[in-house]
Nanobody
């Protein structure tokens, strides 16, 4: 497993931008498919974006595609999520997660991710 620490959350007005970062304090992210999930109060945790080990493949939920960009820097042991054109419905706690599986068709499901960060709060005001 890898220990993950998120940062970069905060409050922003609708239309604004935030950049989230996830750093592995223990372990190497290069061994994992990395993803961001989010969870709003009273809702299930949902997949936001993911990136393969070598960055060849990125995946996005329909709700964020075209507005969010996930990237990774294995040398720096980090994964980032650039969030633009934020909407009030993007408000949630955002979690970084690591999946050790080489190939899996259900990346959007939380099951299979064996390492999670503590989360960082994103608030978007209208």
């Amino acid at each position: 497993q890898v220990q993950l620490v998120e940062s970069g959350g905060g409050s922003v007005q609708a239309g604004g931008s935030l950049r989230l970062a996830c750093v592995a304090s223990v372990g190497l992210v290069r061994a994992y498919y990395m993803a961001w999930f989010r969870q709003a109060p009273g809702k299930e945790r949902e997949f936001v974006a993911g990136v393969s080990r070598n960055s060849y493949t990125t995946d996005y939920s329909d709700s964020v595609r075209g507005r969010f960009t996930i990237s990774r820097d294995n040398a720096m042991n980090t994964v980032t999520l650039q969030m633009n054109s934020l909407k009030p419905e993007d408000a949630a706690v955002y979690f970084c997660a690591a999946d050790p599986t080489l190939v899996r068709n259900t990346r959007s499901r939380p099951e299979g991710y064996d390492s999670w960060g503590q989360g960082t709060q994103v608030t978007v005001s209208s």
